[in-house]
């Protein structure tokens, strides 16, 4: 064998095995667990994947595994209750496996609500947009990226405005996107929706940097 025909082999084998390390990484097994906490893989479409997701890190164990009422009530700053669900349609028509809500709040008083619902059944999760349209809210979708301390998670932004026949109105800011405890994202696995909606303050950009605060609480890197 030539010299060259050796260094073209050799870059052959190279390629190929970049290859198949690729596939083992977006198709592959169980994640890694990140130093000192767990990653998982999150989207922010549960049916198919999009060019957003990513690996994400977070010191708590937020697969359907584990039990989601573990998350610390304490979470920097903020400091959180759980409310419970009383609409009892919520566990008729989604029959989640497990379901955490809970009100965060910061010294100042500005909370945020965050939503945890796990589940193995395709039938748990809609968007959140199906809601409050269905309720008679107006709503309007987009991207939305989340800096980390390394790297950026991305999420679904939804603005929903509603007026109330006796006077007033409200308006809530919504991020949300779904974690899986693996890149194959197999249902037998299960899957959890995060959800983080806050009333409007002050203006669009300013709830969101406080919504963006809090997920920072919950995830500390992404790839």
Same mark, same amino acid.
């Given at each position: 064998?030539?010299?060259?025909?050796?260094?073209?082999?050799?870059? #052959?084998?190279?390629?190929?095995?970049?290859?198949?390390?690729?596939?083992?990484?977006?198709?592959?097994?169980?994640?890694? =667990? =990140?130093?000192?906490?767990?990653?998982?893989?999150?989207?922010?479409?549960?049916? !198919?994947?999009?060019?957003?997701?990513?690996?994400? +890190?977070?010191?708590?164990?937020?697969?359907?595994?584990?039990?989601? @009422?573990?998350?610390?009530?304490?979470?920097?700053?903020?400091?959180?209750?759980?409310?419970?669900?009383?609409?009892?349609?919520? *566990? #008729?028509?989604?029959?989640?496996?497990?379901?955490?809500?809970?009100?965060?709040?910061?010294?100042?008083?500005?909370?945020?609500?965050?939503?945890?619902?796990?589940?193995?059944?395709?039938?748990? *999760?809609?968007?959140? !947009?199906?809601?409050?349209? @269905?309720?008679?809210? !107006?709503?309007?979708?987009?991207?939305?990226?989340?800096?980390?301390? =390394?790297?950026?998670?991305?999420?679904?932004?939804?603005?929903?405005?509603?007026?109330?026949?006796?006077?007033?109105? +409200?308006?809530?800011?919504?991020?949300? *996107?779904?974690?899986?405890?693996?890149?194959?994202?197999?249902? !037998?696995?299960?899957?959890?929706?995060?959800?983080?909606? =806050?009333?409007?303050?002050?203006?669009?950009?300013? @709830?969101?940097?406080?919504?963006?605060?809090?997920?920072?609480?919950? *995830?500390? +890197?992404?790839?």
């Amino acid at each position: 064998m030539s010299r060259d025909q050796g260094r073209y082999l050799l870059v #052959i084998l190279l390629l190929a095995a970049g290859a198949v390390a690729a596939v083992a990484i977006t198709r592959g097994g169980r994640l890694g =667990a =990140a130093p000192g906490g767990h990653e998982f893989a999150a989207d922010v479409d549960n049916w !198919q994947r999009t060019d957003r997701e990513r690996a994400v +890190a977070s010191p708590y164990n937020l697969s359907l595994s584990a039990d989601l @009422t573990q998350v610390p009530l304490t979470l920097g700053a903020w400091t959180g209750v759980d409310v419970p669900q009383t609409n009892l349609e919520v *566990f #008729i028509l989604l029959e989640p496996e497990q379901y955490v809500q809970r009100l965060y709040r910061l010294p100042d008083g500005r909370f945020v609500w965050l939503s945890l619902i796990g589940s193995r059944k395709s039938k748990s *999760f809609h968007s959140p !947009q199906i809601c409050y349209d @269905t309720d008679g809210w !107006q709503t309007d979708a987009s991207s939305e990226s989340v800096s980390l301390a =390394a790297g950026e998670l991305y999420a679904l932004r939804m603005v929903a405005t509603k007026s109330f026949p006796a006077g007033g109105s +409200a308006e809530h800011v919504v991020l949300y *996107f779904y974690l899986w405890p693996s890149y194959s994202r197999n249902p !037998q696995d299960g899957m959890v929706l995060v959800k983080v909606t =806050a009333p409007m303050y002050d203006s669009l950009e300013s @709830t969101l940097a406080l919504e963006k605060d809090f997920l920072r609480t919950l *995830f500390t +890197a992404a790839r």
